[in-house]
């Protein structure tokens, strides 16, 4: 079997569609036989330099990453390139972002996120008609559908009628192999060693981005532990930067807290663990999860987790970390103050949730991802 794949809606390199495209079509190669051609846009090119020889690469032109030109790239193209190649069926790993109204072929699209108010503020007329008008129906004229979690799946069944039978869940996989448990002891030197920091800290890792990271609130939480705890504690955001960072950094000005705050980019993978290890916590609050990756980090490195009950983080987390509703401070606050004053149950949280971070793995969902594209190609 030759399996098409667009790579196309993956952003920048350090996106959740990027990690995704990168890993699915690492480990599919090790999985099976069956060959690929990844469709890959220019600035994405290096991601599949040394990809495995049953992975054809073809690059098109820079100017093809213009939202409007991908789009029509997507439904005039794309499908002509599935016939020049010869693929069997084609799979779309973003079909959240990008799909086309017509592929010739069997058709397996992955969605991780579903809704008219993501990414949608201050877009212009026609992204809204793509993403609310059109998106919907070309989803629903997908072969099969592949979802990030139940509840989501549950989202396209009840808003674009899409059947039941149509929808599977795979779990996205998260590479955690070079992550493991260190003595906190240990772990807070090499922090202090490499980023000079000497006090406890709660920890936030995942890009900088306002509203839908929800860091105002969290910085809000964080103010009310400093003022009414009198926690010794900093907050340290790890991650780069995205959008509405300005405002991150005004609200912490206006709160009081900058003192407090340490913002941290391009950490390199062998002082990540350290940082994630000497944490007395791990906090994740965005409105919107559309990767668990963060929060099985931390788990994986032995620190306690509170997050958000959004996306698939309740369903991958299950009973491993605290969760709590992201558009309330109070729960946030609570959350976190939990964790700091009783030991016995950040202990249990760490101790769980590394366990628990053992079960999700690339290779496992590459798994599914070729189960269904095989089952799709055996009943088209």
């Known amino acids: ?61 820079a100017w093809v990453s213009n939202p409007l030109i991908n789009v029509f790239w997507h439904l005039m193209v794309l499908p002509w390139l599935l016939r020049k190649h010869a693929c069997d069926c084609v799979y779309m790993p973003a079909g959240h972002l990008r799909l086309s109204w017509w592929y010739g072929r069997p058709s397996v699209g992955a969605v991780h996120e579903f809704g008219v108010d993501r990414g949608l503020k201050g877009a212009s007329s026609l992204s809204l008609l793509y993403r609310t008008r059109l998106l919907p129906k070309m989803l629903k004229r997908l072969t099969h559908v592949i979802s990030a979690s139940r509840s989501l799946r549950s989202q396209l069944v009840s808003k674009i009628n899409l059947s039941s039978d149509r929808v599977d869940v795979v779990y996205d996989g998260a590479d955690l192999s ?96 350290p940082l994630l290890a000497g944490a007395d916590l791990a906090v994740y609050p965005a409105l919107h999860a559309d990767s668990c990756t963060p929060v099985l980090q931390a788990m994986a490195c032995g620190t306690a987790v509170c997050a958000a009950n959004v996306g698939s983080i309740p369903e991958v987390v299950g009973d491993a970390a605290i969760l709590f509703d992201p558009s309330s401070v109070d729960e946030i606050h609570n959350s976190m103050l939990g964790l700091l004053t009783d030991n016995s149950a950040r202990e249990r949280y760490a101790r769980v949730g590394h366990r628990r971070s053992g079960f999700f793995n690339w290779e496992d969902s590459a798994r599914h991802v070729l189960s269904i594209c095989r089952v799709v190609m055996s009943t088209s």
């Open 178 to 273: 070079w992550l493991t448990p260190m003595p906190g002891r240990e772990a807070r030197q090499k922090v202090a060693d490499h980023f000079n920091l000497h006090t406890p800290y709660i920890l936030y890792t995942g890009r900088l981005e306002h509203p839908g990271m929800n860091h105002l609130r969290l910085l809000a939480a964080f103010k009310r532990l400093k003022r009414e705890a009198e926690i010794p504690h900093k907050l340290v955001c790890a991650g780069s930067a995205w959008y509405g960072t300005e405002e991150i950094f005004a609200a912490a000005d206006r709160l009081g807290i900058r003192n407090d705050l340490v913002f941290l980019e391009n950490i390199h993978d062998e002082r990540l663990c």
């Open 1 to 61: 079997m030759k399996i098409g794949i667009s790579a196309h809606p993956c952003d920048a390199p350090d996106s959740v569609s990027s990690e995704y495209v990168e890993n699915i079509v690492r480990c599919m190669p090790e999985l099976s036989s069956d060959t690929y051609v990844v469709f890959v846009p220019e600035k994405l090119s290096p991601i599949f330099e040394r990809a495995h020889p049953q992975v054809t690469e073809v690059t098109q032109p």
